[in-house]
Structure formats: C-alpha cells, structure tokens
C-alpha cells in the first residue's frame, strides 16, 4: 500500500513535470512565432522601403561616372564635357507637347517622373517652405527645378510671364494642375528686364502663399535657371539655423546709385528719362544685393502690409533693375522682421548670403591668386556662369541653397548628375 502510494505521487510529479514542460514549450512556441511575425513584418517593410528608395532615385546617363565627377575627377568630368559637346547637336529635349500629353494621367506623370510622393521625414514634414517660383522658358528646365525641390509639405506659387507663348503656358499650366500644392499666381506681370515687373511677380506670389493654408515658415524666390544644391532636409536645417532671420545679400551701392537718382521708364525696353528722383522716403540708407532671397514668413507679411513699405515700394517702380535694390534695403530697415543693422559691419555679399551663388565673369580664375572662384567650364550668360559638369565639384561645396544658373541645352549631364547626387542624399539621408 505504501509502496503503490508513492508510485503515485511519483507518477503525479512526472505528470506536473511534463504538464510544465508542454507548457514551456507552447509559451516558447507562442512566443517565437511572435518573433517571427514581428521579423516577417520587418522584412516585409524593409523590401517596400526598398522597393520606394529604388523606385524614387533619379539615375543619370550611364555614359558617365557622375560621383567621379562630383568629386572632380578630370577624366571623368573631361569625358562628360565631351559628351555633351556631342549632344548639343542632337537637341532631343522634351517639349511643350509631350508635357501636355504626359501630364493627361497626373498619377502615371508623377510617378513615371519621379516627383517624391511623401514626405520624407517628420522634421520636414513639420517645416514646410514656400516658394515663388518667375519663369518665362523652357519647359523642361521648369519641371526638373521642380521636382528636385518639390516635397508634398511645401507650397509653390509659380509666375509665368504673361507674354511668354500660349503653348508655353498651357503646358505649366497642365504640369502644375497635377499637384495640390502648386499653383500659378492669381495675378501675371508681363516681364520688362530691368523694371520693375521683376519686383511685382514675386510680389504677387508672396500675397497669394500668405493666403494659402500651408504653414509655411520661409520664402525662397527662384527663376527658371536656378537649381539646388542642397536637400530638403538640408534646406529645412539650414533656415532652422537662421533663427528666424533672413539671408540675402546686401552691401553699399558704390556706383549704383544712378538706379534710383532718376525716373525710369518702361515700355517694351527700360529707359532713363531726365527727370530726377527725389530721395527715398525712408530714414534708413539704401543697399544693393541680388534679386534672390530667403525670408521669414513675417518678413513676407510685413512688405505686404506696412505703411512705410508701401511708400518705399511705390517709390521704386520707376527705378532701374529695382529687384537688385528693394529686397537689400528692406532688409537693412529695423523694424522689419529677420532684417539685420544698416551698419556697415553687417553688410553681406552674395558669397556669405545662402540664397544664391552665381558666379561673375569678372570675379573668376585661380583662387590662389585671389579670385573668388575657379574659371566657368559652361559658358557666361550676362556675364554670369552657367555650370558644366565641370563646376559640380566646386559648387557642392559651397553653403548657398540654390545656384544660378544651370541649363539643360548647354550641359545637361550637369544637372543630372546633381539630380542624381541630391536625390541619392534625399532617399538615403547621408552623403551618397
Ligand atoms: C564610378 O566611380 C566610383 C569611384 O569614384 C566607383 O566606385 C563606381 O563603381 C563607378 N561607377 C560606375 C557605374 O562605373
Ligand atoms: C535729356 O537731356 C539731354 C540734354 O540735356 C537731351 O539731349 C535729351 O534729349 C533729353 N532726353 C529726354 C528723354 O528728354
């Protein structure tokens, strides 16, 4: 009787063992198909994360080795020029017709065309940037600018010139219908170079982006031969270090001053007349800089609304080449927003402004001997540089967010290499 009761418990023992056991194993079971779960749920993620970075990169010509040319290998930036020596021949760009015909299935056409579809971090997401955006030609140039700087989050108000042909602005028109955050401004300036047009279309854009229900923290004025040169993760950290002020050039006006001395008038040409200016209607001194800007979403409602503003705007339409004034002065004035002293240890010139780096004929050669850049491997349009695939080294290096001027019809492999670059740097976050 003992005997058989022990032999009971025994078998009751084995059985609580093997109970646990069992147990164990369906825990540890369960478990491990959580994990595995959790891994195929994880692969599957990485494949689409793949299969959206391979999807979006924006590979250039195979016939050259763009980051052997960034890092400014002769050979291969030699190679490139070559290329596109022949090429200029050939002339195969897209014209306004097939962007008519493209943009029928806007899905079909941004996903074809690569436009990125979301944001792609939600740092970016939560800064968005407004741009004004003044074109007047080339069609292809336009949308390429805009895909490298179009991200979901930001706002775009697009200027076409209103005596640019039909067939022209049909086809801006058709692209920018495909996006919810790109538009064309309420009111179109005919464009006069030199007058004061200039001024009143970016004018015109920043009162429709003020309207908009974007956010948006900064303004960044672009024409149709600017390109980035940076990310817009990049540009997003960049205007972050601004603290909320503006970056544009602006320095003394030297021998500048006959602009504003005298009445100019416009009629298809900008012509000086005898009659004199009186002086500005502001206390502060004037300044110079360039056409192009970044500033705050304050500075834009201030310009709009300001009494003193208005009457030094009015002031300067009948001025020459007022863009090169206007935005520099307003700048230097105190009680405009993001805006720095008039004093003379503020001034800022287009090289340590970040809005845009273009480069003088005059300014060129060899650093070393004390010029501001190294010599144009494009070619100059009004004195200016238009980068080859033989300036990209140079270029990347500087701290501007956008260069002037890039032009697919004198070298396009330039700008698809720095497609490809800031694309590849956009889907995989560091230096590709
Ligand atoms: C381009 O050059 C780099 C070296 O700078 C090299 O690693 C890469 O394989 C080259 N790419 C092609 C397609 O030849
Ligand atoms: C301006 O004055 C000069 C000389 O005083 C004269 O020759 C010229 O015709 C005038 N121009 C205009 C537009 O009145």
């Given at each position: 009787?003992?005997?058989?009761?022990?032999?009971?418990?025994?078998?009751?023992?084995?059985?609580?063992?093997s109970?646990?056991?069992?147990?164990?194993?369906?825990?540890?079971?369960?478990?491990?198909?959580?994990?595995?779960?959790?891994?195929?749920?994880y692969?599957?993620?990485?494949?689409?994360?793949t299969?959206?970075?391979?999807s979006?990169?924006?590979?250039?010509?195979?016939q050259?080795?763009?980051?052997?040319?960034?890092?400014?290998?002769q050979?291969?930036?030699?190679?490139?020029?070559?290329?596109?020596?022949?090429?200029?021949?050939?002339e195969?760009?897209?014209?306004?017709?097939?962007?008519?015909?493209?943009?029928?299935?806007?899905?079909?056409?941004?996903?074809?065309?690569r436009?990125?579809?979301?944001?792609?971090?939600?740092?970016?997401?939560?800064?968005?940037?407004?741009?004004?955006?003044?074109?007047?030609?080339q069609?292809?140039?336009?949308?390429?600018?805009?895909r490298?700087?179009?991200?979901?989050?930001?706002?775009?108000?697009?200027?076409?010139?209103?005596?640019?042909?039909?067939?022209?602005?049909?086809?801006?028109?058709?692209?920018?219908s495909?996006?919810?955050?790109?538009?064309?401004?309420s009111?179109?300036?005919?464009l006069?170079y030199t007058?004061?047009?200039?001024?009143?279309?970016?004018?015109?854009?920043?009162?429709?982006?003020?309207?908009?229900?974007?956010?948006?923290?900064?303004?960044?004025?672009?024409?149709?031969?600017d390109?980035?040169?940076?990310?817009?993760?990049?540009i997003?950290?960049?205007?972050?270090?601004?603290?909320?002020?503006?970056?544009?050039?602006?320095?003394?006006?030297?021998?500048?001053?006959?602009?504003?001395?005298?009445?100019?008038?416009?009629?298809?040409?900008v012509?000086?007349?005898?009659?004199?200016?009186?002086?500005?209607?502001?206390?502060?001194?004037?300044?110079?800089?360039?056409?192009?800007f970044?500033?705050?979403?304050?500075?834009?409602n201030?310009?709009?609304?300001?009494?003193?503003?208005?009457?030094?705007?009015?002031?300067?339409?009948?001025?020459l080449?007022?863009?090169?004034?206007?935005?520099?002065?307003?700048?230097?004035?105190?009680?405009?927003?993001?805006?720095?002293?008039?004093?003379?240890k503020?001034?800022?010139?287009?090289?340590?402004?970040?809005?845009?780096?273009?480069?003088?004929?005059?300014?060129?050669?060899?650093i070393?001997?004390?010029?501001?850049?190294?010599?144009?491997?494009?070619?100059?349009?009004?004195?200016?540089?238009?980068?080859?695939?033989?300036?990209?080294?140079?270029v990347?290096?500087?701290?501007h967010?956008f260069?002037?001027?890039?032009?697919?019809?004198?070298?396009?492999?330039a700008?698809?290499?720095?497609?490809?670059?800031?694309?590849?740097?956009?889907?995989?976050?560091?230096?590709?």
């Open positions: 009787m003992r005997l058989c009761k022990r032999r009971n418990r025994y078998f009751l023992l084995i059985g609580l063992l109970f646990v056991f069992i147990m164990r194993t369906y825990i540890f079971q369960l478990y491990s198909l959580d994990e595995l779960h959790q891994e195929v749920f692969l599957r993620n990485n494949y689409r994360k299969q959206f970075v391979t979006m990169k924006l590979p250039s010509s195979n050259i080795n763009c980051s052997k040319v960034i890092q400014g290998d050979d291969a930036v030699q190679l490139a020029l070559l290329h596109q020596k022949n090429a200029r021949k050939k195969l760009r897209i014209s306004e017709m097939d962007y008519l015909k493209f943009t029928k299935d806007c899905n079909h056409y941004k996903m074809s065309r436009f990125i579809p979301i944001p792609l971090s939600k740092e970016e997401e939560n800064y968005p940037i407004a741009y004004s955006m003044v074109i007047h030609e069609i292809e140039m336009f949308e390429r600018l805009l490298a700087i179009y991200n979901p989050q930001n706002i775009y108000c697009v200027h076409v010139d209103k005596k640019s042909p039909d067939l022209y602005k049909q086809a801006v028109r058709a692209i920018v495909c996006f919810e955050n790109v538009f064309i401004a009111k179109l300036e005919k006069v007058s004061w047009s200039r001024v009143q279309a970016d004018l015109n854009c920043m009162e429709d982006l003020l309207k908009s229900k974007v956010p948006w923290r900064y303004l960044i004025n672009t024409c149709g031969t390109f980035p040169i940076k990310t817009n993760m990049e997003v950290r960049a205007l972050k270090l601004l603290k909320g002020k503006n970056s544009l050039e602006s320095e003394k006006p030297q021998y500048k001053v006959f602009r504003w001395q005298f009445s100019y008038k416009t009629t298809t040409i012509e000086r007349t005898n009659i004199t200016k009186g002086p500005p209607p502001i206390s502060s001194p004037m300044f110079v800089g360039s056409a192009y970044v500033v705050t979403r304050e500075f834009v201030y310009v709009l609304e300001n009494s003193e503003v208005q009457k030094l705007i009015e002031w300067s339409k009948d001025t080449m007022p863009e090169e004034h206007i935005w520099a002065t307003l700048n230097r004035m105190s009680c405009v927003p993001g805006s720095t002293p008039y004093h003379k503020y001034d800022i010139s287009d090289l340590n402004a970040i809005a845009r780096l273009q480069r003088w004929e005059w300014h060129e050669g060899d070393g001997k004390g010029a501001a850049y190294p010599q144009c491997t494009g070619i100059f349009r009004r004195s200016i540089c238009i980068n080859g695939a033989g300036d990209l080294h140079f990347l290096q500087q701290h967010l260069v002037n001027k890039f032009d697919v019809r004198v070298d396009d492999y700008v698809q290499c720095l497609e490809e670059y800031l694309r590849d740097k956009a889907l995989y976050g560091e230096e590709p």
